[in-house]
């Protein structure tokens, strides 16, 4: 790797790593003008570039809430330089501090609003192409209990702009992302997969050594494993979402409202993951009251304040 430069753009000081990318490094920094802590990511300057795409879609997406703020872009020695708001942990990080394991309603909280941002991400004509517990991170401060996904380095346009129509199915083409919770057929499914993840500790295609599993095994698992397996002893709608995103045709706009509604019934509190060991706040439910799940209108998409 080549010498990694002490500053950015001449404001941006570098700092320790936070952690590593396919193509990139992602360094905490101290921004010198405005006194405040930011994300750093550089990648080695090739001919295309993972880092600019990405830029390019997080401008086509600022405000968006649960969407990262990208700060700056350009180069800076021998890399290509992304400045990114900071953020706090990974879904991934904070999974093992509770044990392997996260309670119904903060699955179901957090579903709630990923779906929202997925919506959000989707009426902009984009897929994120590699959902996955270390691309969803909390927000920081005022944010804290707002998920945010990141990393939008493999996302595509799956809306053909000069034509105004879906892009077309490819056969055969190849996969992005990562196979552990890839859908086999659509990106809802993914968010499905790692909610089921979230609740049952693993997937039966997941082993000791994570993913270490090629991509071909996994697919094969998937398909051998039937929703009944899957989904046994968590609540009934999340089967039911799984059923819904795998019927999905490729060009078939996804009913939110229905999927929302199957998380709103589940999801009643405020999603707390400061610590380790915390709950998070919430009605209580009576096990003895039936469940009842009522449509809920699909949310418009939110947008945050451009103020950085």
Known sequence: MDKVPVRVDGRFRLGDILGYGSYAVVYRAWNIILDD??????????????????YKILKHLEGGVGIPRALWFGRESTYYTLVLELLGPSL??????????????????????LLSHLKYIHSYGYVHGNIKPQNIVMGLGDLKHTAFIIDFGVAKEFWDTSTSVHIPFCQGRRLTGTPAFTSINNHLGSLTYMLIYFLQGSLPWLTSDEEKLSSSSILERKVNTTIED??????????TMLIYTCSLAFSEDPDYSHLSSLLSALSTCMLD?????AHITHSA????EPRVIEAVPPCPPLRRSSCV
């Open 37 to 54: 802590a930011v994300a750093v990511k550089l990648e080695t300057i090739m001919h295309s570039s993972s880092v600019q795409h990405e």
């Open 230 to 239: 899957l989904c046994r002893g968590i609540p009934v709608e999340f089967a």
């Open 92 to 113: 991934h990080n904070l999974f093992l501090a509770h044990n392997g394991k996260f309670s119904l309603e903060t699955v179901a909280n957090l579903g709630d609003q």
């Open 273 to 277: 993951l400061d610590q380790p060991d």
């Open 285 to 288: 439910l009576s096990s003895n």
